[in-house]
C-alpha cells in the first residue's frame, strides 16, 4: 500500500505553524493531481489562480510572511483564511492556509469515509469566492473541500473507497492527525460519501457565478452576456418585500405594475415589458403570478434576447430568473419578525438540515405570512406562503430534489389613476374603486422536481419539471370611458363600470439536458444539449355591470354594481417542443467563444369560448441564434461582444387583410462591454453597450384600419453600468446608471420617435452598506440608498401626460450579533411622491415607510 501524504500548512503573520496530515491511501498522487475548482474541466485549471499545480507551486519554507513581527500580528483582530493552495509533490499533498492570525484548537471527526476539520470563530475570505475545492488530488482520495460553516470553516477530506480512522498528535508547533484507511470493502465508487458544503456559500454582494445565461454554472467573466445576480444578502438589507424592488439596483430594469397591485415578478428591461419572469429556469408567467421573496435565494437579471434557451416567449429583451433555496446538511432554524407603519406586518420561519443521520435525505422549510394595509385609502392585502423542499442523496452522483409552494393573496384590486394630467392635483391616498366590491384573491400552487446524474466529473445529465396553477377571482372597478378626457365636461366627475372576473393559468415545462466537458486538442469545450416541452393556458370570463360615477376630488364611496352580464369569455396559449445547443469555447485561457441555437416547434391559439369561436390558431417554426466572445487581456479585464436573437408568438394577431397569418415578433441585439475586477475581485465592475431592435410588430393597415400589418419596429439603444461587491472589508455597494433610448423607429398609427412609455431616459442609483469590523461596536452597521429616476411617457402613442422625474433616498440602521440581527430600514426617507405605469394606469408609489425586523437564527 502506498502513502499520501497531507501537509496542511498554517501560514500566521509572523510565523509559520504546519499542520501534517499523513494520509494513508492506495496509490500515489496522480500526474497532474486531477485538481478542480468549482468543476471545472483539467483544461481549465490554468484559468483559476487558487490551484496552481506541479513544481510551480511555493512550499511553505519559500513563502514570505506578511508581517515582520509577533505584535503584527497579534494586532490582528479578526482572523481570516486568505487563500488556499494545493501543492503536489512527489508521495505529498500539501495544502496550505494564508491567514491573518492565529488560529483556534482545530477539531476533527469521521463522517462516512470522510475526515473533517473544524476551525471554530475564524472567516474564509477567498479572493474569488468564500469556498475552495480541489477533486481527485490522490489516486484514493476524491474530494478536498475548504468552506465556511457558521462561525468558522471546515476542511473536509473525502476518500473513495472506505472511511478512515485518525490519531492525533500534538506539540506547540504542529497538530498532526495520522490517517489510516479501513480494509478495503466490495464497494465501489459510487458508495463514496461526497461532502458538500455545511452552509449556504456566502459572497456577499458579488456572486461570481450564475446560471441564467448559459444553463451551467460558469464564471461571469467567461460570459460574453450583461448578466447580474443579486443573492440574498441584498434582499434582506434592503428588506425587500416586492421582488419588482430589486429594479432600484439593475441598470436598463423598470418595475412593472402588478395586476391591481398584485406583487408579480414583471419588469420593463432595455425598453420592453418582459410579461414573464423565471422560477429555477422554467417559466412563470407573471400577470397574475403573486410571488413572496420568502424563498429566494437570488435574483438572475439577463440583459438581452434570450430565445436560444428559453423559446418563444415576452423574453425579447432578457430574462429574470428567480432561483429558490435548497435543503442544507447543516440543521438551521431561522424566525424573522417585521413590523411597519400603515398596519404592516409580517413574519418568515426558514427550517433547514437533515432528516436522516447519514444525510442523504435532507429537507427546507420556508413560511410566510404578511398582513398589511396601505397609503392608499381602503387598500389591505394578505399573504400566506409555504413552500417545502426535500433532496434526496440517492448516491454520491445522484439526486433528486422535489419542491413546492403554495400562496394564497388577497388584497383590494387598485389599479390606481387614470393617465391624465388631472391625477396629480390628487393625494396619492386616493382610491377610485368601491372599498366594499373591489377585492381580489389568488391561489398559487407550483410543483417541481430536478434530478441530476453524475456520469463521470466531465458529463451529467439533468431532467427537471415546473407545473403552475393559479386561479382566483376579482371584482373590479374600472373606466366607463377608455378615451382622454375620461372626465365629464365638469372636469370631476369620473364614469365607472363594474366588472367580476374568474382566471386561470396553468403552465407546465420538462426540460431534459445533457452537459459536458471534453477537449479537442488544445481547446477546451463546455457544452450543453437540450429538449424542452412547455403547454401554457390562460383563460378568463369576464362580467360587467353599470355602476355609478363618482367625484375624484370629493368622492363618496357606497355604489353598488347593477345586473351583471356576461361580457366576453376568452382563452389563449401555446404548446412547445424546443431542441437547444450550446458550447462554451476556450479556444485558449484568454479567448472563449459563446455559440448555441434553440429550434422551435410553437402551436399557438386564441379562443372566445362564449362563442365558441377559435380567432386564432397557428404553428410556428423558428430558430433562434446566439453568438458571443470573450477576449481577456487581463486575469482581472474581459473584453465582450454578443449578437442574440428572441421571438415572439402573436397569439392575438389573427390574420392581415389578404389572409396571411402573422410571423412571430422578432428580437435582434448586438452588444459590446467590458467586465472588469478589482482588490482580488472583491468588487466587479459591467460597462455594457447595446442596440436591440423589436421587428414584425403589428401596425394598422393604411388600407383599411379594421385590419393590421407586420410593418412595425421599436428600437432600444443604450449604455448600462454597474458596480457590484465589497469595497473594504464590511462595506458593500451596488452602483448603477443607465441611459435608455427607447422609442417607435417604424409605424402607421403611432408617430415614429414616440418614446416606449414607462421607459426613462436616465436612471442611477446607489445602494451601500458598512459594517463595524471590530471594537465594543462590532456589528453595528449602516446602509444608503439613492435612486434616481428620469421622466417618463405615461402611454404610447405619446400625449402631454408624463411622470415626473423623482430622487428618493433610503436609509438603513442595523446590529448583529451571534445569532441574532435587528434592523430599520426607512425607504423614501424624504416622503418624495412619484408614480408608475403599465403603460395605461399610473400607479402612485409608497411615501415615507419605516420597516422594523429582527431575526434568529438557532
Do not use: C
Not at 445 to 460: A, I, K, S, T
Not at 659 to 668: A, D, Q, S
Amino acid at each position: 500500500m502506498g502513502k499520501t501524504k497531507l501537509l496542511l500548512g498554517l501560514w500566521i503573520t509572523g510565523l509559520i505553524a504546519p499542520i501534517a496530515l499523513p494520509v494513508w491511501a492506495e496509490g500515489a498522487v496522480s500526474g497532474n493531481g486531477g485538481l478542480t475548482r468549482h468543476a471545472v474541466s483539467e483544461s481549465q485549471q490554468d484559468k483559476l489562480p487558487e490551484v496552481v499545480q506541479g513544481d510551480e507551486m511555493p512550499r511553505l519554507q519559500e513563502m514570505e510572511p506578511s508581517a515582520s513581527t509577533v505584535e503584527e500580528w497579534l494586532a490582528q483582530s479578526i482572523i481570516q483564511i486568505t487563500g488556499v493552495q494545493v501543492n503536489p509533490i512527489a508521495d505529498e499533498l500539501e495544502l496550505v492556509l494564508e491567514t491573518t492570525g492565529e488560529l483556534p484548537a482545530v477539531t476533527t471527526s469521521i463522517v462516512g469515509n470522510a475526515l473533517i476539520a473544524d476551525i471554530p470563530n475564524v472567516v474564509l475570505a477567498l479572493p474569488d469566492g468564500e469556498t475552495f475545492q480541489a477533486a481527485n488530488p490522490a489516486e484514493s482520495i476524491a474530494l478536498v473541500t475548504v468552506v465556511p460553516r457558521g462561525d468558522g470553516v471546515r476542511i473536509a477530506i473525502t476518500g473513495t473507497e472506505a472511511p478512515p480512522t485518525a490519531q492525533v498528535n500534538t506539540s506547540s508547533q504542529s497538530f498532526v492527525l495520522s490517517i489510516t484507511p479501513g480494509m478495503e470493502t466490495a464497494s465501489t465508487e459510487e458508495e463514496a460519501i461526497q461532502i458538500v458544503v455545511a452552509g449556504e456559500q456566502d459572497e456577499g454582494y458579488n456572486p461570481s457565478t450564475a446560471t441564467t445565461g448559459t444553463r451551467i454554472e460558469a464564471p461571469l467573466s467567461d460570459i460574453p452576456l450583461t448578466l447580474q445576480v443579486i443573492p440574498r444578502q441584498v434582499i434582506d438589507d434592503r428588506q425587500i418585500v416586492r421582488l419588482t424592488e430589486l429594479a432600484d439596483n439593475v441598470p436598463g430594469v423598470e418595475p412593472y405594475s402588478g395586476y391591481g397591485g398584485l406583487p408579480s415578478n414583471d419588469y420593463y428591461i432595455r425598453g420592453f415589458n418582459t410579461g414573464e419572469s423565471f422560477r429555477n429556469g422554467f417559466r412563470d408567467f407573471t400577470f397574475i403570478s403573486p410571488r413572496d421573496p420568502a424563498n429566494v435565494e437570488r435574483v438572475e437579471f439577463l440583459r438581452g434576447p434570450a430565445s436560444v434557451l428559453y423559446g418563444g416567449g415576452f423574453n425579447l429583451s432578457g430574462v429574470v430568473n428567480t432561483v429558490t433555496e435548497r435543503p442544507l446538511a447543516e440543521p438551521r432554524y431561522e424566525v424573522d419578525g417585521t413590523i411597519g407603519n400603515y398596519g404592516f406586518y409580517r413574519s418568515t420561519v426558514d427550517l433547514t438540515g437533515p432528516l436522516t443521520e447519514d444525510d442523504f435525505l435532507l429537507y427546507r422549510l420556508n413560511f410566510a405570512y404578511t398582513n398589511a394595509d396601505s397609503f392608499r385609502d381602503f387598500n389591505e392585502s394578505q399573504s400566506v406562503f409555504v413552500a417545502p423542499v426535500l433532496t434526496w442523496n440517492i448516491s454520491p452522483r445522484t439526486t433528486l430534489t422535489t419542491e413546492f409552494e403554495y400562496q394564497n393573496y388577497d388584497y383590494v384590486f387598485d389599479r390606481g389613476f387614470f393617465p391624465s394630467d388631472v391625477i396629480f392635483d390628487l393625494p396619492i391616498s386616493r382610491f377610485l374603486g368601491e372599498p366594499d366590491f373591489s377585492r381580489a384573491e389568488f391561489d398559487s400552487y407550483y410543483f417541481g422536481y430536478n434530478f441530476e446524474h453524475r456520469f463521470n466529473d466531465q458529463w451529467r445529465i439533468r431532467q427537471g419539471f415546473g407545473g403552475l396553477i393559479i386561479n382566483g377571482g376579482i371584482n373590479e372597478v374600472t373606466l366607463g370611458n377608455f378615451s382622454a378626457p375620461f372626465l365629464e365636461p365638469d372636469g370631476r366627475t369620473l364614469t365607472r363600470q363594474a366588472n367580476r372576473t374568474d382566471e386561470f393559468q396553468e403552465n407546465y415545462s420538462v426540460q431534459t439536458e445533457v452537459i459536458g466537458e471534453f477537449n479537442t486538442g488544445s481547446i477546451a469545450h463546455n457544452v450543453l444539449f437540450g429538449v424542452e416541452y412547455a403547454r401554457y393556458k390562460f383563460a378568463y370570463d369576464f362580467f360587467n355591470a353599470p355602476l355609478d360615477p363618482i367625484d375624484i376630488f370629493d368622492p363618496d364611496y357606497g355604489a353598488e354594481p347593477g345586473a351583471f352580464e356576461p361580457s366576453f369569455f376568452e382563452e389563449y396559449g401555446t404548446r412547445n417542443i424546443g431542441i437547444y445547443v450550446q458550447d462554451l469555447i476556450y479556444l485558449t485561457p484568454d479567448l472563449i467563444v459563446l455559440a448555441g441555437g434553440r429550434l422551435d416547434f410553437n402551436d399557438s391559439f386564441y379562443r372566445d369560448t362564449l362563442n365558441d369561436i377559435t380567432n386564432n390558431e397557428e404553428s410556428d417554426t423558428a430558430f433562434s441564434p446566439r453568438l458571443g466572445l470573450v477576449y481577456q487581456p487581463g486575469e482581472d479585464t474581459s473584453l465582450y461582444f454578443n449578437w442574440s436573437n428572441a421571438f415572439t408568438p402573436n397569439i392575438f394577431g389573427g390574420s392581415s387583410r389578404t389572409g396571411e397569418v402573422f410571423e412571430p415578433e422578432r428580437g435582434e441585439q448586438f452588444e459590446i462591454g467590458v467586465k472588469q475586477e478589482f482588490f482580488d475581485d472583491r468588487l466587479s465592475a459591467t460597462l455594457a453597450l447595446y442596440h436591440l431592435t423589436r421587428r414584425n410588430v403589428l401596425t394598422t393597415d393604411p388600407e383599411d384600419p379594421n385590419f393590421s400589418i407586420q410593418t412595425g419596429a421599436q428600437t432600444s439603444r443604450g449604455i448600462e453600468f454597474d458596480l457590484t461587491g465589497e469595497v473594504l472589508p464590511g462595506w458593500n455597494i451596488i452602483a448603477t446608471y443607465a441611459l435608455t433610448d427607447a422609442f417607435v423607429s417604424e409605424d402607421n398609427d403611432i408617430p415614429e420617435g414616440d418614446r416606449l412609455a414607462g421607459i426613462p431616459r436616465n436612471t442611477a442609483s446607489l445602494w451601500t452598506t458598512y459594517e463595524l469590523q471590530s471594537g465594543d461596536l462590532q456589528g453595528l452597521g449602516f446602509g444608503l440608498g439613492l435612486v434616481f429616476v428620469d421622466e417618463r411617457e405615461a402611454r404610447l402613442p405619446n400625449t402631454d401626460v408624463q411622470l415626473p422625474s423623482y430622487f428618493r433616498t433610503d436609509a438603513r440602521l442595523f446590529y448583529r450579533r451571534d445569532n441574532w440581527q435587528a434592523a430599520v430600514n426607512i425607504k423614501n426617507l424624504f416622503d418624495v411622491e412619484y408614480y408608475n405605469t403599465q403603460g395605461f394606469f399610473i400607479t402612485p408609489q409608497a411615501p415615507l415607510t419605516v420597516l422594523a425586523n429582527i431575526s434568529v437564527q438557532f
